[in-house]
């Protein structure tokens, strides 16, 4: 892959993005709390960032299979890159609200739907269907490298700065990156297809597949199903860390502590970055998923119950590595078994309803820890992880073998 230059060049805008990203991350939940002190407000940043993908993943997926993903990746990323420049700017004149900052948030959140599927697309064509695994492993796990630091980034600039800056970096690497995929050689556009359809047409008929492979294949299927309910309970937590943070640790007024808690979060990602592809090769993928979702919900009781911030930073790793684990294991193996020409349209449409919980979670949780408390969220959510892990056991999860389209062994 390295001696790939479009492919490095590649890898240099998905680095920008997560390390802008990281300091968002941080900086605008943060910035929520500190402006409203809610819980229900602080967790729709996590309600916003995962609803466009439920609304619109369908129509991205097949918008990215039909169209220039070159030139849909370079409007999404400086889309973005405006929208969040709005903040410091508006910041500069004592004019930022929650709503601006919802708002921003829910926009890019929906920017990233297209450029997610036309990115997805585009490493296809780079690398080939026989190094996703290693191409997916590296990326996420640049990614929660960067996210590591970040965090650290974002809380020393917020502490020293204010939230609003941290936000203005992200907006700089965004167009940065549009900057970069500009210098792309190629159009990256799939091959035309002869048809007198409308464009409707064609993409509810896009679409219509996409979903009616999943539905086919049961090893898909079983991991998109419980993709749902992993997301569902993984929106609830992460929309509230920072009100965990508050009402549970003590550490709402200091920003450099409060990202502590997102760092340790992006270390057990990284950890499930790099055991995935050995665990690929010795278990079968849906023993991953299982073993993933059973270490999520036992994990999750010990953030809830943890008391101090060290304890409850290392469980919060681990949750992080489980979780984590059930997403990459899902997205990588829904790529080996889609045919080309479907890639677009059944990634849009696997995390669409993958991820759809992820939004709803976030909601209710934000809902129950406003009436409950967040500590009795989370303990709540542990046993329904745990009720999870049951039901993926009476899908064929557990034996079911992997084979790739075109391999004959």
């Known amino acids: 892959m390295w001696k790939n230059r479009s492919f490095q060049k590649f890898y ?11 300091m968002t991350m941080v900086a605008l939940p943060l910035y929520v709390y500190k402006l409203t002190e809610s819980p229900m407000y602080t967790s729709l940043v996590a309600v916003f960032t995962g609803l466009p993908y439920f609304l619109f993943g369908l129509f991205a997926g097949a918008m990215a299979d039909r169209g220039n993903r070159k030139l849909i990746m370079i409007g999404c990323s400086l889309f973005s890159g405006l929208l969040l420049a709005t903040i410091p700017a508006a910041a500069m004149m004592g004019q930022v609200s929650v709503f601006h900052l919802l708002a921003v948030g829910l926009l890019v959140s929906t920017a990233f739907v297209w450029f997610d599927a036309a990115s997805h697309n585009m490493l296809f064509q780079l690398i080939g269907r026989e190094r996703l695994v290693a191409a997916n492993s590296l990326l996420s796990s640049t990614d929660t490298i960067i996210r590591i630091g970040s965090p650290v980034i974002a809380g020393y600039i917020i502490y020293q700065f204010g939230p609003q800056w941290a936000i203005g970096i992200d907006a700089l690497c965004y167009c940065v990156a549009a900057l970069l995929i500009f210098s792309l050689t190629g159009s990256y556009r799939s091959e035309p297809s002869v048809t007198n359809q409308s464009l409707l047409r064609r993409l509810a008929g896009d679409i219509k597949e996409g979903l009616g492979f999943i539905w086919s294949e049961p090893l898909v299927r079983s991991l998109t ?51 995935l592809p050995q665990l690929r090769k010795r278990f079968k993928p849906g023993r991953i998923t299982i073993a993933g979702l059973v270490i999520n919900a036992a994990s999750l009781a010990g953030v809830a119950f943890g008391g101090s911030l060290a304890i409850v930073c290392a469980f919060y790793i681990l949750w992080n590595l489980a979780n984590f684990l059930v997403i990459v294991n899902g ?6 078994l889609t045919p080309d020409h479907l890639q677009g349209r059944v990634h849009a449409s696997g995390r669409m309803i993958a991820w759809g919980g992820y939004p709803f979670g976030s909601l209710l949780g934000g809902i129950a820890a406003t009436a409950f408390g967040v500590q009795a969220v989370y303990i709540v959510f542990a046993l329904l992880m745990a009720l999870l892990f049951v039901l993926a056991r009476l899908t064929p999860l557990y034996r079911y073998e992997l084979e790739l389209p075109g391999r004959h062994d």
């Not at 609830?236 to 997102?262: C, D, E, H, N, R």
């Not at 997205?331 to 080996?336: A, C, D, E, P, V």
């Open 12 to 22: 240099l805008f998905n680095l920008l993005s997560y390390f802008g990203s990281g």
């Open 331 to 336: 997205i990588t193996l829904r790529q080996q």
């Open 225 to 275: 199903v419980l993709g749902f309910g992993n997301s569902f309970i993984g929106g609830a937590v992460t929309g509230l860390i920072v009100v965990f943070g508050v009402q549970v640790l003590g550490i709402a007024k200091s920003a450099p502590a409060m990202s502590l808690l997102f760092t340790c979060g992006s270390l057990g990602a990284l950890a499930a970055s790099l055991i």
